[in-house]
């Protein structure tokens, strides 16, 4: 690609990590490179398995954790900003020796809100990456200062929800 733009998906509806796939197996039937990193993300999901069956996709996980960051001991979220502190160092490298044509950060306003990722860090990243290199953030509430970084932003809203009425996350279906 000539040039690449930085979208973004945010907001409390569902969507948000469906939307990024989509858009990643689209330009991986088309031959693009794609790096999808999924952040606070541990359980095995069905899109970490169908991605490991394309080529053109590389899945990583950062800042892993089967449990929800705040239910974490204060010792145990000292530990994980630390692993995704290097991780984040790694994944920066990878992006400089490994060209690619689309990076997916998965999750990474919840990084950010969580302390995990330095939103500073994100906002330099996607100003200094190559041209080439389309970005797609994903997350609830998305900040102004990310916004303005991007080309892109669409925001799912939540009109009705069966969370609402008991239904808890399925298989299959929200991963």
Known sequence: MEK???QIYTGEGKGKTTAALGLSFRAAGRGKKVLFVQFLKGIRTGEEISMSENENI??????????FF?????????ELKSKTLREWGDLKKRI??????ILVLDEIMAAIHNGLVDEMAVVSFLRDRPKYLEVILTGRSASEKLMNEADLVT???NRKHYYNEGILSRI???Y
């Open 172 to 174: 299959g279906i929200e």
């Open 155 to 157: 925001e799912m809203r």
């Open 70 to 78: 705040l239910t974490l001991s204060e010792d145990e979220q000292i």
């Open 4 to 6: 690449g733009f930085v």
């Open 58 to 67: 590389i899945h990583l996980k950062l800042a892993e954790t089967v449990r």
């Open 96 to 101: 400089e020796t490994d060209p690619m044509d």
